[in-house]
């Protein structure tokens, strides 16, 4: 009996997944089409800043960076450990010997989670003493920047001062590289999604734009992802 019990958790586990990666921000990206969440970190929103000496920078942008360096083009192998709320796959993931994860943790572009995991907390530790990323200056855990930005968006308009702009027709660009969707929520935000991003199949695009620059040049924002 406890032969068969072993025998079927090893077949119930889920199978590695092996690919060509795209990173999408410090914290996720694609692996053979498949859209993966790596477990037990947490890296800054895309258009999170961080101060070092004195001076803002773009740190959630250099942990995109940072991921993209690390897995972007290369074959990449991902061991899953469970689902997120927007259907990711959360994983472990590692590329020519590297173990993704805990790099980007070491390098400070990236925090443990321990609401998930203490598995990454030496590495954080390490970043931090070292003064390295994030740690050379100061910041907002990701996981306050999101919380924040929810509940701003559960306020009513009414308390919230939205942008002033013209009313006009939305713009959509028929071009097959221009897929970065932008919608305009009943709320007065205006979000953006990139491929690859949670919702991004179900978002109606009101605008359309070829790069991130071009949509918030227009007034979008990233939308937050957890």
């Known amino acids: ?72 083009g290369r074959q990449v192998r991902c061991a899953p450990t469970g689902v997120d709320d927007f259907g990711r796959t959360l994983a472990r993931c590692s590329t020519a010997g590297i173990d993704v994860n805990t790099t980007m943790v070491a390098l400070g572009y990236a925090v443990a989670f321990r609401r998930y995991s203490t598995d990454y907390v030496s590495a954080e530790e390490a970043a931090r003493n070292n003064r390295r990323g994030m740690w050379a200056g100061t910041f907002e855990m990701p996981s306050q920047v999101r919380s924040a930005a929810r509940e701003a968006d559960r306020r009513p308009p009414s308390s919230r001062v939205l942008k ?14 221009c897929n970065i969707k932008g919608n305009r929520s009943r709320r007065g935000e205006w979000i953006y999604h990139v491929p690859g991003m949670p919702y991004y199949a179900q978002t109606r695009a009101e605008e359309l734009f070829c790069s991130e620059a071009d949509a918030r040049a227009a007034g979008y924002r990233r939308a937050l992802v957890r």
């Open 164 to 177: 002033q702009r013209p009313a006009a027709a939305p713009r959509v660009v028929a071009s097959g590289a």
């Open 1 to 72: 009996m406890l032969t068969f019990l072993l025998a079927a958790a090893f077949y119930a586990a889920p199978e590695p997944i092996y690919g060509i990666a795209v990173a999408g921000d410090g914290d996720s990206l694609t692996v053979a089409g498949q859209r993966v969440r790596l477990f037990g970190i947490d890296a800054p929103e895309f258009d999170q800043a961080c101060t070092r000496a004195g001076k803002n920078w773009s740190c959630g942008r250099e942990a995109a960076d940072q991921l993209s360096k690390l897995v972007t």
